[in-house]
């Protein structure tokens, strides 16, 4: 199918509606490799932030794992955090606060990235679809003391 868009830089061109589908079906075939990439980024760091905890703290923090998502438990308490893929190949997280005795949750949205390093958003940080990818531990907070 063949259509005509018009470009204020460009002037009429034409349109092709299987590039367009081309396109999108590669950055799905990323984001199902790069998704887990993204996954075990944020287990790492948070896994590395939790045994920090417990030296310096003596938290008592536990990070459990299944290979599509992780968790962070108090040693034979409540789940603290969790972390999981969704069938969009981003990520589902669910954290306590234990200030306000209340469970929060979202999307951690993954943009996939032709140089094979994904990028994750939070949807409903400050401004919409905020990158992330440095410091995503002050997001997803662990314990509040």
């Given at each position: 199918m063949e259509c005509w868009i018009f470009s204020a830089e460009c002037g009429p061109a034409l349109f092709d509606?299987?590039?367009m589908d081309e396109i999108k079906e590669n950055a799905t075939q990323l984001r199902k490799t790069q998704a887990p990439i993204a996954l075990r980024s944020l287990q790492t760091a948070i896994t590395a932030y939790v045994e920090d905890m417990?030296?310096?703290?003596?938290?008592?923090?536990?990070v459990r794992e299944t290979p599509t998502s992780f968790e962070v438990?108090?040693?034979?308490?409540?789940t603290l955090l969790s972390l999981s893929l969704t069938g969009e190949n981003n990520i589902y997280y669910t954290q306590l606060v234990k200030r306000?005795?209340?469970m929060e949750s979202g999307t951690i949205?993954?943009?996939?990235?032709?140089?094979?390093?994904?990028?994750?958003?939070?949807?409903?940080?400050?401004?919409?679809?905020?990158?992330?990818?440095?410091k995503p531990l002050r997001?997803?907070?662990i314990c509040e003391f």
């Open positions: 509606h299987r590039l417990n030296i310096r703290l003596q938290a008592g923090l536990a438990h108090e040693l034979e308490k409540d306000r005795n209340e949205y993954v943009r996939a990235s032709l140089n094979g390093a994904p990028t994750i958003l939070f949807s409903d940080f400050p401004r919409t679809n905020v990158e992330h990818a440095r997001r997803l907070r």
